[in-house]
């Protein structure tokens, strides 16, 4: 049973630099998601969950600190690909009314692809008894979740209606 608990703090702690890293380059897309958005609302929306994201990375690292561990050394190669996915249909819709749209899609597989990661370390911390961890990290969660619905609301009240005109 050691030995278990053991490899499953391996694979939590390997879970959480990658979501560390994940984030890390989140906190560069934002910015850029957030200067090419035509609808203000969704131009708020990128602004309001650059500043979660920089909550989302202090949790991590809280966690890492309580775990006498550091965060850094690996590349999430799913976030390299999710963001630079991204960018190419940035390029491709620039000056379209079609880009908002294109935002949110990237935006949400983004979104999708951090709620996984969060709902396996929340669950690793839990089995692995560290119930505070399993909370902050339910909080990232429920933040990701959050947002996703936010797009999604976004999405089919205003800004793919304005891509079809
Ligand atoms: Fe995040
Ligand atoms: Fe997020």
Request: charged content about 30%; some cysteine.
């Amino acid at each position: 049973m050691a030995r278990e608990r053991e490899s499953l703090q391996k694979l939590y702690i390997e879970q959480l630099q990658d979501l560390w890293s994940a984030e890390e380059q989140i906190l560069e897309a934002l910015p850029k998601m957030a200067e090419k958005s035509k609808h203000a609302e969704l131009k708020r929306a990128f602004q309001m969950h650059y500043q979660q994201t920089e909550q989302q990375v202090q949790r991590l690292e809280q966690i890492f600190g309580e775990l006498g561990e550091k965060p850094g050394g690996h590349k999430c190669k799913g976030m390299e690909g999710l963001v630079k996915e991204g960018e190419e249909t940035m390029t491709e819709f620039r000056d379209s009314d079609v880009l908002d749209a294109a935002l949110i899609a990237a935006a949400q597989r983004v979104e999708h692809y951090e709620m996984a990661g969060y709902g396996c370390a929340r669950t690793y911390a839990h089995l692995l008894g560290l119930q505070e961890q399993a909370q902050l990290l339910q909080r990232t969660l429920d933040e990701e979740g959050d947002t996703d619905q936010k797009l999604t609301d976004l999405a089919e009240t205003v800004v793919n209606i304005d891509a079809l005109k």
